[in-house]
């Protein structure tokens, strides 16, 4: 079925550096992505979000990219911190008229050295 | 304003078994949808409920069910409990059914079935 996967499983980064976690997703109706940052024990905490009529997004710290061509979302956080280390999932809308059902991929950890 | 809350905050049954899961959406928010997150992967879509009525469902089988009531806060059961239901159950709220993609999730309740 459509899913939504990411290329790395595990992202080793050096506190300060810029952080890019990435993402593929294979259902070209999708219209709404989001990024999802989970701390273990913790639920999913929104991050950004973009639109499919949109290639780019920034919000504090980090930059959303969503290439439609080759289905490809990216997520890049800029001066990581130690606070950032945790489990980073991209969830998509499938269709409008799916309601608001989001898919998730396998998510990304992040690993922040200090 | 307060997040969502959901309770229990874990949970131990025995196979076989019925469980109620319960979930308080934030203040204004009037969609609820859960989601099982088996442990290593991304959150499962089960179900949306928005306004009391049903607005989509996942690929669960009928042991899963849940409503929606009149202030919003929802229920997910779970009959029949198997081993392979051991998982943690997020619930998220979104301020409409769709219009309004935003979700935010809750800590999750934390379900070990032994």
């Known amino acids: 079925g459509e899913s939504v996967g990411l290329h790395l499983p595990t992202l080793s980064v050096q506190e300060g550096d810029n952080s890019i976690i990435n993402c593929a997703y294979s259902n070209s109706a999708s219209d709404y992505f989001i990024w999802y940052k989970q701390e273990s024990g913790k639920g999913p905490q929104f991050i950004i979000d973009?639109?499919?009529?949109?290639d780019k997004r920034q919000g504090q710290r980090v930059t959303v990219l969503l290439n439609k061509t080759v289905k490809h979302l990216s997520l890049q956080i800029a001066a990581t911190q130690p606070g950032d280390s945790a489990v980073y999932f991209c969830?998509?809308?499938?269709?409008?008229?799916?309601?608001?059902?989001?898919?998730f991929g396998g998510g990304t950890r992040v690993l922040v050295k200090p | 304003d307060a997040g969502v809350t959901q309770s229990p905050t874990h949970l131990i049954k025995t196979r076989g078994q019925q469980v109620t899961l319960r979930c308080s959406p934030i203040s204004g928010h009037k969609s609820v949808s859960w989601y099982q997150q088996v442990l290593g992967q991304g959150p499962q879509f089960i179900f949306q409920?928005?306004?009391?009525?049903?607005?989509g469902r996942g690929n669960f089988p009928d042991r899963f069910s849940a409503r929606q009531f009149p202030n919003y806060s929802s229920e997910l059961n779970v009959n029949a409990l198997l081993l392979g239901d051991s998982a943690l159950y997020l619930c998220?709220?979104?301020?409409?059914?769709?219009?309004?993609?935003?979700?935010?999730f809750g800590p999750g309740t934390r379900l070990t079935v032994t």
């Open positions: 998220a709220s979104s301020r409409t059914g769709e219009e309004t993609y935003e979700q935010y």
């Open positions: 973009i639109r499919s009529n949109m």
């Open positions: 409920y928005y306004e009391k009525e049903e607005r």
């Open positions: 969830a998509e809308n499938p269709r409008k008229a799916a309601g608001n059902k989001l898919t």
